[in-house]
């Protein structure tokens, strides 16, 4: 005989789960996270550096950086002087909480103020799967075109900042920035939007500032 | 790629469940997946096949309740699906919108013996 179990669970609960202990432990180590996700080439790591090279002196900061292979990325950020851990993913096409737990333990959260976790570079998977960060931050390069929050809108939904980068490529490729930031509005108003080029610096400053602005006031608000 | 992890979970949650009743098949399990969720029905049950195989649930189909993307006009109040290229209000061109479902990613019920 058939019968029917009622379960009314989201289906990722168990990662959701998981990410709320890693914000705890961030918590208590009053070490404000981020998540910082893009398609693959919209310039995370850069970007990620060039933050922390505007942030030298203000905050103390760690990397963890995700990819499906190589340590590339982590690599650029020791050569920096930054300390960094690598994820390899081996296959998945995001991360999740289980992995960045993992990573953590291998990480002296007590020094920091601020860790930046670089997912890894997608604009499907990465925003399903929290990871207890206090801020997601996606960034759209210019490149990328002006019609990616139509056509990605679940990426755009589930952030609380947005990094509009490649700002200096505007005069040589095709981005109706109006129509852009009209798709961006309707899927999440409001957004707290940095436009920047990492590669000049424009717009660096504001969002270094702010960065720092924010982490600042979240420790004090947790004295 | 995701579409493993997500069918793991489902998984998961499916033998639980199914555990704590103690059946001893599972015929299938419903879930509520949202167009917004970015999940591709073939993937899931590709790698459902896979993971599921060896246990209670092997065998399982997996019924899939799509949920459409619905938005409500804060304006005029319209409620309506989302279009490919524009997201905007089709009745009054508005772009103060809500997105009250389409997110969805849960599993329902699972039907077992």
């Known amino acids: ?223 | 790629m995701h579409e493993l992890a997500v069918s793991q979970s489902i998984l998961k949650i499916a033998l639980d469940n199914a555990e704590k009743a103690q059946a001893k098949h599972i015929k299938s399990i419903n879930l509520e997946i949202g167009y917004l969720a970015s999940l591709f029905d073939d993937s899931i049950n590709f790698y459902w096949d896979i993971i599921s195989e060896g246990t209670i649930a092997q065998g399982a189909s997996l019924v899939i309740n799509r949920i459409p993307v619905e938005m409500r006009c804060f304006d005029c109040g319209k409620t309506y699906s989302l279009e490919d290229d524009s997201f905007d209000c089709p009745d009054c061109g508005s772009i103060r919108i809500q997105v009250i479902r389409g997110e969805e990613m849960r599993v329902e019920s699972i039907d077992v013996e």
């Open chain 1, 1 to 223: 005989m058939t019968s029917r179990i009622e379960v009314g669970k989201k289906i990722l609960s168990a990662n959701d789960e998981l990410a709320i202990q890693i914000k705890s432990k961030l918590d208590e180590s009053h070490v404000f996270g981020i998540n910082i996700m893009a398609s693959p080439g919209a310039g995370k790591t850069t970007f990620i550096l060039k933050t922390l090279e505007a942030l030298k002196g203000r905050l103390n900061f760690g990397v963890v950086e995700g990819d499906i292979a190589s340590s590339i990325d982590s690599d650029k950020a020791k050569a920096a002087g930054i300390p960094a851990i690598q994820i390899n993913t081996g296959g998945e096409c995001h991360l999740d909480a289980v992995m960045l737990g993992g990573a953590l333990n291998s990480m002296d959260l007590t020094a920091l103020d601020l860790l930046i976790v670089e997912n890894v570079g997608n604009l499907v998977c990465p925003i399903n799967f929290k990871i207890g960060t206090h801020k997601n931050v996606l960034i759209a390069s210019i490149p990328e075109g002006d019609d990616k929050p139509y056509k990605y809108p679940g990426a755009y939904r589930g952030v609380e900042v947005l990094i509009i980068s490649k700002i200096d490529l505007l005069p040589y490729v095709p981005f109706d920035m109006e129509y852009f930031r009209k798709g961006v509005e309707i899927l999440n108003p409001g957004l707290i939007t940095f436009v920047i080029s990492a590669k000049s610096g424009e717009g660096m400053d504001l969002w270094a500032d702010w960065l720092c602005d924010t982490v600042s006031s979240w420790k004090e608000s947790r004295m």
